[in-house]
């Protein structure tokens, strides 16, 4: 009898062991996501080398306001020399004016719709190449079914990959922002934070329209796709053709300016300016006839909406085995 239980084999490690831990609920999953998304993309040293171009425009910004303020000091100790005849009896006073109108550092609404807006150049780079990575992958090598097959939804699939696009956008949009704000208060006066605090309102909505517009447009290109090259084309005909054909259309055919719609990151642009508290009558360039905000604030919750209705039957058709 001994030696017929010597001879059996040890069985003792091919049992069940249950967890013991404690079982967190789906919305857990989208942070993990979202870190997982995060970290494949922060591998990348092209995302880095792309970051560091987006940060010459924030450095632009950021020094500028304390050159303006050192050209300022100057003028109001001496007079400043220019040499040249054009030059010889100009008011230095109001060169100084005129160069604060044409860069808008003022802390002003202007100062941070313009930052923002020219971020949007390496912003579209940098998502079709995100997009790619981030998503489009996931179809084209078959890793979303493993996904769905956990105890999420599809929409905490969703979710999960706009927090991680979300996070690159801030990272170029925002974030910056609301460090120029907090500078300007220091550069002006402590009541700056407080007479201009819709103004801080108005970056972090503005922000918040980029961040669900761009994450959505991301998602729904990239899912239709997949591949980086269709992805840069696709994005070079959403915002920089699209930009084209509106000042096209507006400022050389003379049409209505309702055709500026067509234009999505002018209508976010609209649509922030208005959360910032900008007249309508004063946005720049002045030369430019734009339409109105809540017809913009419109066109961007219908490209919302559609991306949406389009993820929603994209990822639908995804088959799942549990």
Not at 57 to 72: A, N, V
Not at 216 to 222: C, E, K, Y
């Amino acid at each position: 009898m001994s030696n017929d239980r010597a001879n059996q084999p040890n069985t003792g490690l091919l049992r069940y062991r249950p967890w013991r831990g404690t079982f967190l609920g789906p919305w857990h999953g989208v942070w993990a996501i979202a870190r997982a998304g995060v970290d494949l993309i922060f591998r990348r040293k092209l995302f880095w080398t792309l970051y560091a171009l987006s940060m010459l425009i924030f450095l632009f910004y950021f020094f500028g306001q304390y050159l303006q303020l050192f050209l300022e000091q100057k003028l109001g100790e001496e007079n400043l020399r220019l040499g040249g005849t054009f030059t010889r009896n100009l008011n230095p006073q109001v060169l100084m004016k005129s160069l604060r109108n044409a860069l808008q550092l003022n802390g002003s609404a202007d100062t941070y719709g313009n930052f923002l807006w020219f971020e949007g150049y390496i912003v579209v780079v940098i998502l079709a190449f995100v997009g790619s990575v981030l998503i489009g992958n996931d179809f084209h090598h078959g890793s979303l079914p493993f996904y769905l097959s956990k105890p999420i939804s599809r929409w905490h699939y969703v979710a999960g990959k706009c927090l991680s696009v979300g996070l690159v956008i801030n990272m170029m949009t925002t974030f910056p922002a609301l460090l120029l704000f907090i500078e300007y208060g220091f550069i002006d006066t402590w009541d700056y934070y407080i007479d201009q605090f819709r103004l801080l309102l108005g970056i972090l909505g503005y922000g918040m329209i980029l961040t669900v517009t761009l994450s959505l447009v991301l998602m729904a290109t990239s899912t239709w796709l997949r591949r980086t090259i269709p992805m840069v084309m696709i994005w070079i005909t959403i915002f920089i053709l699209g930009r084209l054909m509106q000042r096209w259309l507006v400022d050389g055919l003379r049409m209505s300016e309702h055709w500026r719609l067509i234009d999505l990151w002018n209508n976010m642009y609209l649509t922030g300016m208005w959360i910032m508290g900008k007249d309508h009558r004063e946005l720049r360039p002045e030369s430019q006839i734009q339409p109105p905000y809540w017809e913009a604030a419109v066109a961007v919750s219908v490209v919302v909406v559609l991306c949406v209705v389009y993820l929603h039957r994209r990822i639908r058709a995804v088959e799942i085995v549990h």
